[in-house]
């Protein structure tokens, strides 16, 4: 089985500056990573995922993310937040060739002016 | 543009009661999920299905059930409603991807409180 840890439970930062969302993830086998977002009132939505190919994925809103197998992190980043990035964000983690997801905790970023 | 919508945004019932949640999607998706978000718990899986009138159970199915008559709709039926099963739930769809898992898209959620 697959598990998902989010290491910060609560992230807060300043606009414009940058932010680091960390997560970790034990598996005995492949994996594919994801990186959901869900803004105040809403559902999920995919901000980016690795299945395979370049350990730097680049996702929608100015987001990136780095697969680091050794370490098995998939720390998800931004170089200048905005008011609007104030959001929940979950990691999460499929076996390679599956379907189900297993999510992380949380993350809750408030932007603050 | 795709779709996921359930039923309510909000629900109030009664401990003990009958409690039906309900999901469509418009993408035409063989994969349907429900899960329930707590706070610092993330999302945890309840059951989900990969074809009509098939279902397979996920991590913490105790006190639920489902069902998937048709291929755009997915129920999550609670038999007997209790308080810890006051939650966040979310329904999601994809299509199968057995060679490479695909993006889940998820409604906006059903707050349900159980009293």
């Known amino acids: 089985a697959q598990s998902v840890t989010q290491l910060d439970s609560q992230v807060p930062v300043f606009e414009e500056a940058p932010v680091e969302l960390r997560c970790n993830y034990s598996?005995?086998?492949?994996?594919?990573l994801f990186w959901y977002v869900q803004y105040p009132n809403q559902g999920l939505q995919l901000l980016l995922k690795y299945l395979s190919g370049s350990t730097l994925v680049k996702g929608i809103n100015g987001f990136e993310a780095e697969f680091n197998k050794s370490q098995t992190s998939f720390h998800l980043r931004k170089p200048s937040v905005h008011i609007s990035d104030t959001a929940e964000y979950f990691c999460?983690?499929?076996?390679?060739?599956?379907?189900?997801?297993?999510f992380g905790g949380g993350t809750r970023v408030l932007v603050k002016p | 543009d795709v779709k996921v919508t359930q039923s309510s945004r909000y629900l109030v019932k009664r401990t003990g009661e009958k409690v039906f949640l309900e999901c469509v999607q418009d993408?035409?998706?063989?994969?349907m999920f429900w899960y329930r978000q707590d706070p610092g718990l993330g999302l945890r899986l309840i059951y989900f299905s990969y074809d009509v009138k098939m279902k397979e159970k996920g991590d913490i199915p105790e006190g639920y059930s489902v069902s998937r008559e048709k291929k755009e709709r997915f129920s999550l039926i609670l038999e007997s409603a209790s308080t810890n099963q006051t939650s966040m739930y979310l329904c999601a769809s994809s299509r199968p991807g057995l060679a490479e898992a695909d993006t889940q898209y998820f409604g906006p959620g059903t707050r349900l409180t159980v009293l």
């Open positions: 993408m035409d998706h063989e994969n």
């Open positions: 999460a983690v499929s076996k390679a060739a599956g379907n189900k997801l297993t």
């Open positions: 598996s005995s086998v492949s994996v594919y």
